[in-house]
């Protein structure tokens, strides 16, 4: 009964060539967010849906960049990966209302070669 | 600036001893706090919260938190660890930069609990 599913679990992609990650949910949340997780490092946020509205950290480069087609379905995109992108990407949900729990996938890691 | 510190990278504990992994915060206006748990190759879990009331917040699997405004701190504790809760745990701050409608967290780097049998 996964409730935050991310495809694929790994990733390899090469230096320069674009990679997209998927992310989808069954709970109907109004918020979808991406984090970029480096080894032993905290989960740093990159952007966030709430609904269709998007909002991007101040500090997110513009190499990375999202989709979210419908409710269930967010897209993180990263157009030409450096070997500096090689993290953990994890996609998580909540509610609309304040102070609600995340919501997370397991992440899919991603190799740069 | 808004931040979480996890002093300590990793915590070794004997099963069935008390265990507590500490976290300090730093936000203006009050503090929305929270702890997760990220077992190997699997997402963050939620385990609790404090959002207002009672300083000690009761959570999943037995685990606790005591929030303390004075010293800024919100301590994760188990009164009798398992070899089971070995995991890395986070503390994490909700943004209060973010809109009122959305849960963006600040997250510390992360404490590796080891119970040992």
């Known amino acids: 009964d996964a409730m935050v599913i991310q495809n694929p679990r790994y990733q390899v992609t090469q230096f320069g060539k674009p990679v997209t990650l998927s992310c989808s949910q069954t709970?109907?949340?109004?918020?979808m967010y991406w984090y970029q997780q480096k080894s032993s490092q905290a989960p740093k946020l990159l952007f966030h849906?709430?609904?269709?509205?998007?909002?991007n950290e101040a500090d997110t480069p513009d190499n990375f960049q999202s989709r979210r087609p419908n409710t269930s379905f967010c897209f993180l995109d990263i157009r030409s990966p450096g070997l500096g992108d090689a993290a953990m990407y994890l996609c998580?949900?909540?509610?609309?209302?304040?102070?609600?729990?995340?919501?997370f996938g397991s992440g899919t890691q991603l190799s740069v070669l | 600036a808004q931040s979480v510190a996890q002093p300590e990278d990793q915590v070794n504990v004997a099963e069935g001893n008390p265990l507590t992994v500490k976290c300090t915060y730093s936000?203006?206006?009050?503090?929305?706090l929270f702890w997760y748990v990220q077992y190997p190759n699997r997402g963050l879990q939620f385990l609790l919260k404090?959002?207002?009331?009672?300083?000690l917040v009761k959570g999943s699997y037995g685990f606790e938190a005591e929030f303390n405004k004075s010293q800024t701190s919100f301590h994760l504790k188990k009164p009798s660890a398992l070899v089971s809760d070995s995991a890395l745990y986070f503390c994490?701050?909700?943004?209060?930069?973010?809109?009122?409608?959305?849960?963006?967290?600040?997250f510390g780097t992360g404490t590796l609990l080891a119970v040992q049998p």
């Open positions: 998580a949900t909540s509610r609309g209302t304040p102070n609600e729990k995340l919501f």
């Open positions: 709970l109907n949340h109004n918020v």
């Open positions: 849906y709430y609904d269709k509205d998007f909002n």
């Open positions: 936000v203006s206006g009050n503090p929305y």
């Open positions: 404090y959002i207002t009331g009672d300083n």
């Open positions: 994490a701050v909700r943004d209060p930069r973010g809109g009122g409608a959305t849960n963006k967290l600040i």
